[in-house]
């Protein structure tokens, strides 16, 4: 059994910043990726950013040179930096641990960005 947290989300203004966290616990198998998704009202879940246990890191296009995800050496904690928010980074951001095929999900923080 998984378990994911997430933390950190809120109101921010335009070109403002917030920073997300997700803690995982429970049956951890050692090679695994974990990742931020976002789900906007009316639109599919998206992929925001992912990080494996070797520390290798992807992007969506649209946050690039904008957000940074990050993890302690465990990889137990995973953070997402936002900053340069724009009003359509509105969302549900949700935190996910892949192991292969096998998908965890934690319940979601809203994250809003609104003048």
């Known amino acids: 059994q998984v378990q994911l947290v997430e933390s950190g989300g809120g109101l921010v203004q335009p070109g403002g910043s917030l920073r997300l966290s997700c803690a995982a616990s429970?049956?951890?198998?050692?090679?695994?990726?974990m990742g931020w998704y976002r789900q906007a009202p009316g639109k599919q879940r998206e992929l925001v950013a992912a990080i494996t246990r070797g520390g290798s890191t992807n992007y969506a296009d649209s946050v690039k040179g904008r957000f940074t995800i990050s993890g302690d050496n465990a990889l137990k904690i995973v953070y997402l930096q936002m900053n340069s928010l724009k009003p359509e980074d509105t969302a549900v951001y949700y935190c996910?641990?892949?192991?292969?095929?096998?998908?965890?999900w934690g319940q979601g923080t809203q994250v809003t960005v609104s003048s």
């Open positions: 996910n641990l892949a192991v292969g095929t096998v998908v965890h």
């Open positions: 429970g049956s951890i198998f050692r090679f695994y990726t």
